[in-house]
């Protein structure tokens, strides 16, 4: 197994530590810390998030991340590697971006995959953003869907990526069981949080106003627990650090990325 990590990670590390995000709690059930949160669906998220995708289609920033516009882009060189690998083992590149948003993921990658051919980038995500985004954002590469399924009959999907998407779902590991059990070739999963002593966590995530205000559960996962649902189907190709740093209150966790490739029949 591969280990991957770049210099530039640190720079962004640095930059993203300053919003002060914090990770309170230590919840018993999901509708337990729904209750204590405003919610993933906030119209807030979608407004900021709407504004910071409109500079980078129109030039005015390199790329965003959680609604934080960047005015380079630090490349996120092992998920750039892990697509490249991909396209080169299937003669092009239909990437399944989970909980995508507006393509933040698309625009920090694309000078390093643009010359992929036959490249199609297709979002999965909320209905909001499904609806803003085929109208502002939509193009050759780049098209948003409301369901797997959806995506999965308009496409021969090569990659499904999970970046930083997981740890926001009510029920992760149901989750993984249905989309794995799929087969896709590649599985990318990105700016993942686990727990350094090993027992998963339900936390309230709380983003600073100056980011959006908005409030809502996040896990933070046990690395063994969680490549558990991976081993029936997938090798584990590589892993690297990812490029989230935060702890919940009173622990301490790592983000982590990983590439995973379906088992081939014996």
Known sequence: MISLASPLIFDAIRR???????FVGNFRSWEEAKIAS??????????????????VRDGEAAYERDSVIFARTD??????????????R????????????LGSSYFQSREL??????????????SAHVEVGSREFANGVLSFHRTIEEACNLYQIDVLLLSGVIQCLQ???????????????????????????????????????????????????????LMQRFVKHYDKIATWPALD??????????????????????
């Open 16 to 22: 993203f530590r300053g919003t002060k995000i914090s």
């Open 38 to 55: 405003t919610g993933y669906s906030a119209q807030v998220i979608l407004d900021r998030t709407v504004q910071a995708a409109r500079k």
């Open 75 to 88: 490349y996120n060189f092992p998920l750039a590697w892990a697509l490249m690998r991909a396209a080169a």
């Open 90 to 101: 299937h003669g092009g590149l239909h990437v399944l971006d989970f909980g995508g948003a």
């Open 113 to 126: 995959i643009n010359s992929i051919s036959n490249l199609k980038w297709i979002i999965v995500e909320q």
């Open 171 to 225: 029920d992760p590991f149901g989750f993984l069981d249905d989309v794995l059990s799929r087969r896709i070739p590649s599985v990318i999963l990105d700016r993942t949080p686990f727990m350094l002593d090993g027992a998963k966590r339900l936390t309230v995530q709380h983003v600073p106003k100056r980011i959006y205000p908005a409030t809502y559960p996040a896990w933070f996962f046990s690395e063994d627990e």
């Open 245 to 266: 740093r935060h702890h919940p209150e009173g622990g301490r966790a790592e983000y982590k990325g990983f590439l995973f490739e379906v088992k081939i029949p014996s």
